[in-house]
């Protein structure tokens, strides 16, 4: 399992390497984003035919409609989400490849994540069993509803993009704590920050991005 962590030819540490120098270039200046990246595995979280592929700056699919973020949007939130200091518990909505779980774990003392798609659900699991994260508790269930059991979050991230973003996720954030979420239509996203005051909420558009859709139920 050792080796498959780290990587050989097009999976190397030479190679996550170029991809943080890229992701350099591209504005990420999170010093904490940027070694965290460097060494999470990416290609544990696609699909073996993919592995090859697993640094360049694209989203891959992982299969049932789903796809794995491309490695610049996984660290730009994950920045944004850093921007809103401290936090302590952060809750994920879709935890899909399993990927900006991993990312999140390694840099918040306690993270939440939520999929409703099961055979998703079970392979990230395990992804983030062989890397030995230990600060994460994982639920099968509909992301639109939260997890209100360990509610409020500090901050709350949604990794599908719903049309609009549901209350009961903001009735979950802790006072000053933000939610980060791709809102709207496919080829019509907004990356959208919303801060909870004490008497509302104040909402941010940051900036384009494409995402799949926030469906509810489970399968």
């Known amino acids: ?29 999170d010093e904490r984003v940027l070694e965290v990246m460097l060494a999470t595995p990416r290609h544990i979280f696609v699909e073996e035919a993919f592995a090859s592929r697993a640094y360049d700056d694209n989203a891959l699919p992982i299969g049932l409609g789903q796809f794995i973020s491309q490695p610049y949007i996984v660290a730009r939130m994950t920045e944004l989400l850093l921007q809103h200091t401290p936090l302590q518990r952060v809750l994920e909505i879709g935890t899909g490849s399993g990927y ?10 306690t993270v939440y994540s939520l999929e409703r798609i099961y055979p998703l659900q079970q ?56 939610l980060l979420a791709p809102v709207g239509e496919a080829g019509a996203q907004k990356l959208f920050r919303i801060t909870r005051l004490e008497d509302g909420f104040r909402s941010e558009t940051l900036e384009t991005v494409s995402f799949v859709p926030l469906l509810p139920g489970t399968q």
């Open 100 to 109: 900006q779980l991993a990312v999140l774990a390694q840099l918040i003392p």
């Open 1 to 29: 399992m050792q080796s498959s962590l780290t990587g050989s030819g097009m999976t190397s540490p030479r190679v996550r390497e170029r991809m943080v120098q890229r992701l350099r270039e591209q504005g990420i200046r």
């Open 123 to 178: 392979r990230a699991r395990r992804c983030l069993q062989s890397l030995q994260l230990r600060n994460v508790l994982m639920r099968y269930s509909d992301g639109m509803e939260g997890w209100a059991q360990h509610a409020p979050y500090d901050a709350i991230l949604l990794t599908a993009a719903p049309l609009e973003v549901p209350a009961v996720l903001l009735e979950q954030l802790a006072p000053g704590g933000c």
